[in-house]
């Protein structure tokens, strides 16, 4: 893998075997954790079973947990950032995460047939079960939220930051094999096996994370200052402010990373609904096409992130974004059957890994490392708030549209928005210090 002799991460130090020790161990978890965010998907075909619209799917399964990321989000990262127990500051919340997590997905996994229990007529079954879905998916996406925050803030705690782009080029292998695993295999399954594969794939997940929490060592954290412990609720939540956004320079990286997010939207929502209800493909070639984006992603993963440790994420996170507004461009005319849905995804799968392999060691270079977990809430916060705002008009905007194709101008529209937000970053990097000499600006010092 080419790595350091001796890696440090905070008080931690690592030789080459310890490191690779502690990759396996975070990668072995980070598996099962990839693998449940496919359970989003597996959702959206439970809803759309039921004949829930399209609007109604934006709200739950985009605006909801985006309002209770918003409301939840800083109070966890916060804590957790203040947080010293003997097993670290993040794992705790990782192991209340997965319990709850699993609890929600294992009940809604079995709720239809608790549905037609306790009724006494069809009709009584499917409203019944239409509950059921709607509580234990949102509370998944609430319980989630514990383990999606905190195992990113974990990596940039014990992951040294020399090596964090190639340890984040693991990571997305691991999410590209997810995606072939679940697209060519799994996602079929839910046609007729939808129980056991949500069943399968929780405690898939309890395991590996299991083997995440027991296998991974955190280090020593600097006691937390006894006038921030003795503050008031209103004081620390004027101070957190003051932190977080009186500084233009992490403004505008909240506004970029905002705005990319809202991009998404349509495709997360609509993409799978775009090939199989527009171009007139089945599950079974959809999964083959995205298990083959999978791969290539899976090939391209290790190369992008020593890019990333060679150049600056900043600028291979901008090239990406780049590349996705040209390839939406040219999908949104060009697609019109199987070959050209299929060289499309190709082309956006190569633009989107290149994005996805920045996102994190960009926020790790950039932020404040004392106090990542706070400056991370405060990201998810600006983006928690705009997807609140866009995911129900996500949803409104294709229906009035009438075609799901719609989605290639959403992304292309608000990934433009986010280039220009990211030149703005660029501007304020260089003024901090730049490649060599750059110092995370703190509000004392603005």
């Given at each position: 893998m080419n790595m350091p002799a001796i890696s440090r991460a905070g008080s931690l130090t690592y030789n080459r075997s310890q490191l690779a020790r502690l990759f396996l161990w975070l990668?072995?978890?980070?598996?099962?954790?990839?693998?449940?965010?496919?359970?989003?998907?597996?959702?959206?075909?439970?809803?759309?079973?039921?004949?829930?619209s399209n609007s109604l799917m934006g709200v739950m399964l985009g605006s909801m947990p985006a309002a209770v990321n918003f409301i939840f989000n800083p109070w966890i990262s916060t804590r957790s950032d203040r947080t010293r127990t003997?097993?670290?500051?993040?794992?705790?919340?990782?192991?209340?995460?997965?319990?709850?997590?699993?609890?929600?997905?294992?009940?809604?996994?079995?709720?239809?047939?608790l549905a037609f229990r306790i009724s006494g007529s069809a009709e009584e079954a499917y409203h019944w079960q239409l509950g059921f879905l709607i509580v234990f998916s949102v509370g998944f996406q609430v319980c989630f939220l514990l383990i999606a925050t905190t195992i990113y803030y974990l990596f940039v705690d014990v992951v040294p930051q020399a090596v964090l782009g190639r340890f984040m080029a693991f990571f997305n292998m691991c999410g590209s094999a997810v995606g072939i695993l679940f697209s060519f295999f799994l996602l079929k399954l839910s046609q007729s096996h939808m129980a056991w594969l949500y069943t399968g794939i929780t405690a898939f997940f309890v395991v590996t994370m299991m083997i995440l929490l027991l296998g991974v060592k955190e280090g020593e954290y600097a006691p937390v200052a006894p006038a921030v412990r003795e503050r008031s609720p209103l004081e620390k939540a004027r101070l957190y402010m003051r932190e977080c956004f009186s500084i233009p320079f992490y403004f505008w990286i909240f506004f970029a990373m905002g705005v990319n997010g809202v991009s998404n939207i349509c495709r997360s929502l609509f993409g799978l609904y775009f090939a199989r209800d527009t171009l007139g493909l089945d599950l079974e070639v959809i999964g083959n096409i995205n298990g083959f984006t999978s791969l290539?992603?899976?090939?391209?993963?290790?190369?992008?992130?020593?890019?990333?440790?060679?150049?600056?994420?900043l600028r291979v996170f901008f090239w990406g974004g780049a590349a996705i507004v040209l390839v939406n461009l040219l999908s949104f005319f060009w697609?019109?059957?199987?070959?050209?849905?299929?060289?499309?995804?190709?082309?956006l799968t190569v633009a989107y890994v290149v994005q996805l392999s920045a996102g994190l060691p960009l926020t790790a270079a950039l932020f404040p490392r004392s106090k990542y977990g706070q400056f991370g809430s405060a990201q998810a916060i600006f983006c928690a708030l705009m997807m609140i705002l866009f995911n129900a008009a996500a949803g409104k905007l294709t229906d009035l549209f009438g075609s799901y194709r719609f989605l290639y101008a959403w992304d292309f529209v608000f990934t433009l928005l986010a280039l220009a937000a990211l030149g703005r970053v660029f501007v304020l990097w260089k003024q901090y210090g730049g490649d060599h000499h750059y110092v995370a600006p703190e509000s004392d010092q603005v």
């Open positions: 990668l072995t978890g980070s598996f099962g954790y990839c693998l449940l965010a496919n359970v989003t998907t597996l959702i959206s075909l439970s809803m759309k079973e039921l004949g829930c003997a097993w670290g500051r993040r794992k705790p919340y990782l192991f209340i995460g997965m319990c709850l997590s699993a609890a929600c997905i294992l009940l809604l996994a079995w709720s239809p047939r290539l992603g899976f090939a391209l993963a290790y190369p992008l992130g020593y890019l990333n440790d060679r150049f600056h994420p697609i019109s059957g199987l070959v050209t849905y299929a060289v499309s995804s190709v082309l």
